[in-house]
């Protein structure tokens, strides 16, 4: 899925209205927009996942985490069907207030890499698209913020409350390019999914314009008795193709 790492917007529909910086794939930061949650404070659980790409499962990963107090360490690893390692990403934040700290990706294929940080409100990503490209450098402004890599765990701590009230929202920062956009956690229905009561969300913009940049909406199912584990993930997933394309597939998480 977006790893729950990264999301990526294309706007290939919509490519003759969006600035020439905007065109390529970026990975998303996200800020909290100021509104009431209620948080659940479950440790996080290690689990595995089977992502599906095209009709075909090509990729595992596998998802651990340490805890220390309110201190999480999680260690993401991507592998293809070989069992060779090809993409990792290592994250550091806290659970309450939820706020990164640090966030490292490595792409063992292209090169790609990816590292962010927060310095109280100011986020920075610095990012080299592949071997030999410059490493580049961009930074947003977002109160009380965190980056994308964090969006899953966000829904999860406030899924009893997306459950009664149908709808959240915040704010989702885009350093690489400057842009601001609302974001809205929306309760799709109820689904089973292997043999575990869920709660279906969906992840979308509520501008327009930006719902055609992003291309497709995510869908996420969370067991709906605590711990609200993650269960299974539609949408534009973590992992780029060999190239560094964007790819979209359904992931199924194993505990």
């Known amino acids: 899925m977006f790893s729950p790492c990264f999301l990526r917007f294309t706007g290939r529909s919509v490519l003759q209205r969006v600035p020439k910086s905007v065109q390529t794939n970026f990975l998303v930061f996200l800020a909290i927009f100021t509104v009431s949650v209620r948080l659940s404070g479950q440790a996080p659980i290690n689990h595995s996942a089977e992502m599906t790409i095209s009709g075909k499962t090509s990729h595992t990963y596998t998802v651990e985490f340490k805890q220390q107090g309110d201190t999480v360490h999680r260690i993401t690893s991507y592998f293809d069907a070989g069992k060779r390692l090809v993409r990792q990403e290592t994250s550091k934040y806290r659970t309450r207030p939820l706020t990164l700290y640090s966030n490292v990706v490595d792409d063992f294929r292209t090169g790609e890499y990816l590292r962010q940080f927060s310095k109280g409100n100011r986020f920075v990503a610095q ?16 109160e009380n913020g965190l980056i994308a890599t964090l969006i899953s765990e966000r829904i999860r701590q406030s899924i009893e409350t997306v459950d009664e009230e149908g709808k959240t929202s915040f704010m989702l920062a885009l350093p690489l390019i400057g842009i601001v956009a609302e974001m809205n956690i929306i309760k799709v229905g109820y689904e089973t999914v292997s ?61």
Do not use: W
């Open 195 to 255: 043999g575990v009561p869920c709660i279906k969300v969906k992840l979308e913009p509520s501008n327009f314009f930006y719902r055609m940049l992003m291309g497709e909406p995510s869908f996420f199912c969370f067991e709906r008795a605590k711990p609200h584990r993650i269960l299974s993930y539609k949408g534009i997933v973590g992992l780029p193709g060999d190239k560094g394309e964007q790819q979209s597939g359904v992931v199924l998480m194993r505990y």
């Open 127 to 142: 990012r080299r698209e592949r071997t030999g490209a410059n490493l580049e450098e961009k930074s947003i402004t977002a």
